[in-house]
């Protein structure tokens, strides 16, 4: 996904939001392999409907809880952004890799690179409302460093941030982002709408199961969680006019649902009723 404006809380008052946690774009629909690091794992991830309802992931246990101490970013910052980021990738390596081994399908790491410009990637223009993307085409999740995204540093809208588009990534190790790709190629406009909300709202839930994982170390307080997620309820939907990312509250609702379990278990968009996917 890509980024809108990455934003934070106020560090005097986090349980009060003073704007947006990342947000971003739909993922372009490629479905092409790509590089990385060395898969691990011999089982083929699941093709067709089955990638989406009844992937192996959704029976996994927990997540492993990672030691992420990836410090703090200095407001205004670019180096000590590009450390942190880093650094967070780093942990969502780690904690994926793991999670994989459990299902023996092939894991690899996703490219990472940053840009102070909205480069043109294989995936297509880098849509103008988002701060950052994950590419399927060549695995690569680009990080947009902005002046907006350095001016509020907190580290926990960040890395929920970054383990959303991560959670892309995730999507296209399994399978899913494959079977998403191939059922938009002939949809109609409403039922490509309907499925880049599962899409969407499922990296948000793997991004926050991540995030409760990991949330002793970095750390993510339950008031900070609380106020990020009721931001999200309020003005989520707010970059997204055309509703490809789900209304506010349908992004709060499976924030909570991945925080809570902190596993793919809890994750499943793709067979949940519609209410839910707004």
């Known amino acids: 996904m890509l980024f809108a404006l990455v934003t934070g809380l106020d560090a005097a008052n986090a349980s009060a939001p003073t704007a947006a946690p990342a947000a971003d774009s739909p993922v372009p629909v490629t479905a092409t392999p790509a590089a990385g690091a060395p898969a691990t794992g011999t089982q083929a991830p699941p093709r067709g409907r ?25 407001a205004g910052s670019a180096a000590s952004y590009r450390i942190y980021v880093t650094k967070v990738v780093r942990c969502l390596n780690l904690g994926w890799k793991t999670q994989f081994r459990k299902t023996n399908m092939a894991f690899s790491q996703p490219r990472l690179r940053f840009s102070t410009v909205k480069v043109n990637t294989p995936c297509g223009r880098w849509p103008t409302s988002a701060g950052g993307m994950y590419c399927s085409s060549n695995r690569t999740i680009y990080i947009g460093i902005s002046r907006a995204v ?18 892309h990534h995730v999507q296209q190790l399994s399978g899913i982002l494959t079977y998403y790709a191939n059922s938009v190629w002939r949809a109609r406009p409403a039922a490509k709408l309907a499925y880049s909300r599962r899409l969407e709202l499922q990296a948000d839930c793997l991004g926050s199961a991540f995030v409760r994982q990991i949330s002793d170390t970095l750390p993510v307080d339950q008031a900070q969680w609380d106020a990020m997620v009721s931001w999200v309820a309020e003005n989520g939907h707010k970059n997204w006019p055309k509703n490809d990312h789900g209304k506010g509250r ?21 067979t949940a009723p519609t209410g839910r996917l707004a």
Request: with cysteine; aromatic share 10%; net charge positive.
């Open 50 to 74: 089955a990638a989406a309802t009844s992937n192996p992931l959704y029976r996994t246990s927990a997540l492993p809880s990672v030691n992420c101490r990836a410090g703090g970013i200095r």
């Open 150 to 167: 350095l001016r509020n540093a907190h580290p926990a809208t960040h890395a929920q941030f970054i383990a959303h588009e991560y959670g």
């Open 250 to 270: 349908s992004q709060a609702y499976w924030m909570e649902r991945g925080f809570n379990a902190g596993s793919p278990s809890g994750c499943n968009t793709w």
